[in-house]
């Protein structure tokens, strides 16, 4: 009997000597099959595409592309490691995603990369290299990307490319400008600490600073509390306005995040996740006036559609020791809050990306644990119509 | 005495026959008597050859038991931790001469730090320890890896070791030993040890061949250790310090052509001081007193500066601990021991990290223990109590708060073993215990959560034991199946924000599991050939949430098959080893899917080893020795991942020559 086991053994150690990984030759996007999704409530005016960008763990390498593919109503899974094999996979942690004419732009935070594919196929086009980068917005001529860059080093790059470090203390972050023809970086302006989210308004961005790592470094451990507006054309600082105190606030309005630019009233949205302890997360705005306004408070995760944004969120945000979270939804539509009854939610561990197509339909993503592949769920006229399993943190949408 | 004979890197333990007896820390010059029998005996256990000329970490010699899962992050300088029955490596106490190795911080032990150099045994215990005058934190921790140094002992009144070792990973490591006797029943014994390794080697990543950068180390251990003997019992005093200076090479990851995976560097110094005095009062009344203080000191930067990509972390770390241990044992029938060990430790943390909280905690861990040891039937039982008080400062608060401090447990343990027929012997157990959750669990500024409770393992298992000899035979075999469950495990979860996650008791895993191990032996004439083979199943099922998608699934990094070969010839002066280890199909997630599949390896090591006994020296009866010995690890190159994004080497090798007087 122990013969027995022994020689298994050996046959075991035969089979599985030195497994060698066949890198699987490339795919065509239109050959790719995968979950056959109900997209009727769409009627005959849907979109081409819906492009969802998983962000993957920090260091796991796992960021990913979806497509939902209205064409034949495919829920496509990791399509970009599928059509371009050899380029290792989307990258480490998807940060942002945008349709910009007929390409998409990804910005692979961890990989430093900014990939542009082509919305039509998902083959490679570019892959620009930009330290740490964050958020997108673009105009005619050139897309922005926010970097944390600054954040750890001030550097610059030389003629070969490669990068110079000239400092490394504590500096500010920077908006990348890349050119949409040649995808080429075009110079850099210096913003606040950390920037995220950025709005592209009447030839004005307006960029949030987060301050996310300044606040753990010594000796401030402080979070940024800032907008920077940049003149784009002659892509200069132009005003950075401080936003801790709102009118009528009675909480400092710290750590920003999003930027909505509502082109009908002219008003910048921006939310703020709060420091984790008594300063809560809110969506406020700033008036054609300068003045600045709450919103609401509790914003995890918004969108907005024409002049509205869509929020979630929940009291609880700050309780650590909370195993389930009771979460609401609501729109803001310029003046007033409009609750959204939407049942789903209390199914959802952490909702985590939202996207809307109109008013009527819109996507919802839950992050689950972190960890494991999340889900994101399709919603029309407040009801689920259904819900497919996505990569790790399905957290944002592009719509082609 | 057959001293310069040595056995190959590692002599398995082939004298362990069943009527062998424990070697126990008490007195080694004392004749063990019935009464010292362990009633569980460890579930593996290496005998290292004090003259063995390549030494490995203590992390490669725990990778060939059944039942061990070394987490190993590659190279050097890389983290290893050990996994036993899929407990995780919080619920594995490290113990060297009975003392606690542990860390306050993760409750993770790297063995990759450990040379076993100087070391004589290590042991694996899957389920109960079961000796005499133990610690009351051996009674309380789930599984154990015993370590123990090894007793000098020179006929001339001293003796010592020079070796030189290097090899490919550009590895140099020199050592040396001497042992004094100063006085009689007095030994004096230091060492020091220095590694440097460059830590680059060639993986493939898709098309291409890179290099693994910046997984260079420079460690240096330096120890000194007074041994006393004296009527009744004895006594050991061992100052300990290593200090080490490596760089972490970080996952292999996408990154943009000319940004490194990471510039990450950190640097060690760890001292201790421990001590233990066993002493047997009469016949009736032993005791077991055992002091240690360790300091550790930690700085981890990331080199912002060379990599633009990582946070600005420049942070320092000191960790301080005292411990203190007093062990009873009461013999009331020659048969019959009843043991009180009380233990009391303080531990503390300081750092600059922000908002940080400055924890202390004061651990009171104490057990109640009875043995009966009769020829064919034995049996233990204790009962332990762990009782935990945290102070930590708040950062609102300003002063010393003490909101959700207190943590306690009890923790029952019942072993049995029959031994049928010579051949033959059945044992069982069943214990709880409960690890205490880490300083970074509770209060690592941007996850902690302050109100966890302990995690909870639950085990249960028994073996079946057979050993047998015919002529030039001889044949063990062990099969144990076992079952535990983790509860109220600690499991870091996301909150509304991604930059703020907060660790949870949610956790609920259960593991199933059987361990098969065979050895059979031959010796003849200069002839001594060893085969060991062992296989272990283990189901490890994540029942977190009923409902979840992944319920039901295996845990990460937990194959369901795995095993290895190990063939030990011996002849003459020459000895040959060959080790082959299989690991099947893991996932690095709970979800099993094809992402997330970690393929199977298996890998094979080979050494060879040469003994020539020289003439002795003037005014020396025992004649030195110098040792050859050349080892090929993974010989057929294999290119394989424990940990996703951290390739392992290909193959490799390190040759050494020792000179032992």
Same mark, same amino acid.
């Given at each position: 009997m122990k013969k027995a086991f022994l020689l298994l053994l050996c046959g075991a150690l035969a089979f599985s000597a030195?497994?060698?990984?066949?890198?699987?030759g490339g795919v065509k996007e239109s050959d790719l099959t995968g979950e056959t999704v109900d997209l009727?409530?769409?009627?005959?005016?849907?979109?081409r595409k819906i492009f969802i960008l998983n962000e993957g763990?920090?260091?796991?390498?796992?960021?990913s592309l979806d497509v939902i593919r209205f064409s034949d109503k495919q829920y496509l899974s990791g399509v970009f490691k599928k059509v371009?094999?050899?380029?290792?996979?989307?990258?480490d942690v998807g940060n942002d995603i945008a349709v910009i004419g007929d390409e998409v732009w990804i910005v692979v935070n961890n990989s430093g990369i900014v990939e542009v594919i082509s919305a039509?196929?998902?083959?490679?086009i570019a892959a620009i290299k930009v330290p740490t980068p964050r958020r997108i917005a673009y105009d005619d001529d050139y897309v922005y990307v926010t970097s944390w860059s600054g954040a750890f080093v001030d550097g610059h790059y030389d003629e070969s490319n490669h990068y110079v470090v000239t400092d490394s203390a504590n500096p500010k972050g920077q908006v990348y400008r890349i050119d949409?023809?040649?995808?080429?970086?075009k110079g850099s302006v210096e913003v606040g600490y950390q920037p995220e989210g950025i709005g592209l308004l009447d030839g004005k961005l307006y960029v949030a600073n987060s301050g996310g790592i300044s606040s753990q470094?010594?000796?401030?451990y402080a979070y940024d509390h800032t907008i920077s507006v940049i003149?784009?054309?002659?892509?200069?600082?132009?005003e950075t306005i401080d936003v801790v105190d709102v009118e009528g606030g009675t909480r400092r309005v710290v750590n920003l995040k999003d930027v909505y630019v509502?082109?009908?009233?002219?008003k910048i949205y921006f939310t703020a996740l709060g420091d984790y302890g008594g300063n809560h997360s809110g969506l406020y705005y700033i008036q054609n006036d300068g003045k600045i306004y709450l919103?609401?408070?509790?914003?995890?995760v918004s969108a907005r559609y024409f002049n509205e944004i869509y929020c979630i969120g929940t009291e609880?945000?700050?309780?650590?020791?909370?195993?389930s979270k009771d979460w609401s939804a609501w729109s803001w539509s310029g003046n007033h809050k409009v609750p959204l009854f939407?049942?789903?939610?209390?199914?959802?561990?952490v909702p985590y990306g939202l996207c809307l197509y109109n008013d009527r339909i819109l996507f919802l993503s839950d992050a689950g644990d972190y960890f494991n592949p999340g889900t994101v769920t399709m919603i029309a006229n407040g009801e689920k119509v259904w819900t497919v399993t996505a990569g790790v943190c399905p957290g944002h949408f592009a719509i082609w | 005495m057959r001293r310069g004979i040595t056995a190959l890197i590692i002599l398995f333990?082939?004298?362990?026959?069943?009527r062998a007896q424990e070697a126990d820390? /008490?007195?080694?010059?004392s004749v063990v008597s019935?009464?010292?029998?362990?009633v569980l005996r460890p579930s593996e256990e290496v005998r290292l050859?004090? @003259?063995?000329?390549v030494p490995q970490q203590v992390a490669d010699v725990l990778?060939? !038991?059944?039942g061990v899962q070394v987490k190993d992050y590659g190279g050097a300088g890389g983290l290893k931790t050990v996994n036993v029955r899929s407990l995780?490596?919080?619920h594995v106490g490290v113990f060297l001469d009975g003392i606690q190795i542990d860390n306050?911080?993760?409750?993770?032990?790297?063995?990759?730090? !450990?040379?076993?150099?100087?070391? @004589?045994s290590v042991s694996l215990y899957?389920?109960?320890?079961?000796?005499? /005058?133990?610690?009351a934190k051996e009674y309380a921790s789930g599984a154990a890896v015993h370590l123990r140094t090894a007793q000098p002992v020179h006929p001339d009144g001293s003796g010592g070791r020079v070796r030189l070792r290097g090899g490919t990973l550009g590895t140099v490591n020199p050592s040396v030993q001497w042992d004094k006797?100063?006085? +009689?029943g007095l030994t004096l014994r230091t060492s020091a040890e220095f590694l440097y390794s460059s830590g680059r080697y060639r993986f493939p990543y898709f098309d291409t061949t890179l290099v693994r950068e910046n997984g260079d180390i420079r460690s240096l251990r330096a120890e000194m250790m007074l041994l006393g003997r004296h009527k009744g019992g004895d006594w050991r005093l061992h100052i300990y310090s290593y200090g080490s200076e490596r760089g972490f090479p970080g996952p292999v990851i996408r990154r943009a /052509?000319?940004?490194?995976?990471s510039a990450e560097r950190q640097a060690d110094q760890d001292i201790f001081v421990q001590g233990s005095w066993n002493q047997e009062w009469n016949r009736r009344y032993a005791t077991a007193l055992r002091l240690k203080y360790a300091n550790n000191y930690t700085h981890y930067c990331t080199h912002a500066e060379k990599d633009?990509?990582?946070?600005p972390y420049d942070l320092h770390y000191r960790q301080q601990s005292g411990y203190a241990s007093l062990a009873q044992s009461v013999t009331i029938m020659d048969w019959w021991t009843a043991d009180l060990s009380t233990d009391v430790q303080y531990n503390t943390l300081a750092s600059?990290?922000?908002? !940080?909280?400055s924890p202390r905690r004061t651990t009171f861990t104490g057990a109640l223990a009875t043995r009966f040891v009769r020829e064919k039937f034995r049996a233990a039982a204790h009962i332990a109590y762990l009782g935990a008080w945290d102070v930590f400062r708040t950062p609102d608060a300003g002063g010393w708060s003490r909101q959700n401090a207190w943590r306690d447990a009890w923790m029952p343990s019942v072993s049995l073993s029959w031994q049928p027929f010579p051949f033959l012997e059945l044992d069982a157990f069943c214990k709880r215990t409960f690890r205490l959750p880490s300083f970074n669990d509770l209060y690592y500024s941007l996850m902690g959560n302050s109100s966890l409770k302990p995690e909870s393992a639950l085990q249960c298992g028994g073996d079946v034991r057979f050993a047998r000899e015919w002529g030039n035979w001889q044949v063990e075999a062990r099969v144990s199946p076992y079952y535990n469950r983790v509860n109220n495990k600690i499991v870091a979860i996301p909150t509304a924000s991604q930059f703020r996650w907060t660790m949870l008791n949610v956790g609920l895993a259960d593991i199933t599991g059987v361990e098969v191990k065979a050895e059979a032996g031959w010796s003849a004439g200069q002839w001594d050939l060893r085969l060991t083979g062992r296989y272990c199943f283990q189901q490890a099922l994540d029942?977190?949430?009923?409902?979840?998608?992944?319920?039901?699934n295996q845990i +990460?990094?937990?194959?369901l098959h795995s095993g290895n070969l190990s063939l030990q010839v011996r002849w003459r002066q020459w000895a040959l080893g060959w080790d082959s280890a299989f690991t099947g199909e893991r996932w690095?997630?709970?979800?099993?899917i094809a992402d997330y599949r970690i393929d199977p390896w298996s890998i094979t090591d080979v050494s060879l080893q040469r003994t020539v006994t020289l003439p002795p020296l003037r005014r020396r009866t025992v004649p030195p020795s110098l040792v050859f010995s050349i080892r090929c690890n993974n010989l057929f190159n294999c290119h394989y991942q424990i940990v996703q994004g951290y390739p392992m080497p290909g193959i490799n090798g390190v040759a050494a020559a020792t000179f032992l007087w």
């Open positions: 030195c497994d060698k990984n066949n890198p699987e009727s409530e769409f009627g005959y005016t849907g979109p763990q920090k260091g796991a390498n796992n960021a371009n094999p050899g380029a290792g996979g989307l990258g039509e196929d998902e083959k490679e949409r023809k040649t995808k080429k970086v470094i010594a000796p401030d003149d784009a054309a002659s892509f200069t600082v132009s509502e082109p009908f009233s002219k919103a609401s408070h509790y914003v995890s609880q945000e700050f309780d650590w020791s909370a195993t939407y049942s789903f939610l209390k199914d959802m561990a | 333990s082939v004298s362990w026959s069943l820390t /008490l007195s080694a010059a019935e009464r010292e029998r362990p050859d004090a @003259q063995a000329a990778n060939r !038991f059944t995780g490596s919080e306050a911080q993760n409750m993770q032990v790297d063995l990759g730090r !450990f040379s076993t150099d100087g070391l @004589q899957n389920g109960q320890k079961t000796g005499r /005058l133990q610690t006797d100063l006085l +009689p /052509l000319g940004f490194p995976f633009p990509m990582a946070f600059d990290v922000g908002q !940080f909280v029942h977190s949430t009923e409902g979840s998608r992944t319920y039901g +990460p990094y937990i194959p690095s997630r709970t979800a099993n």
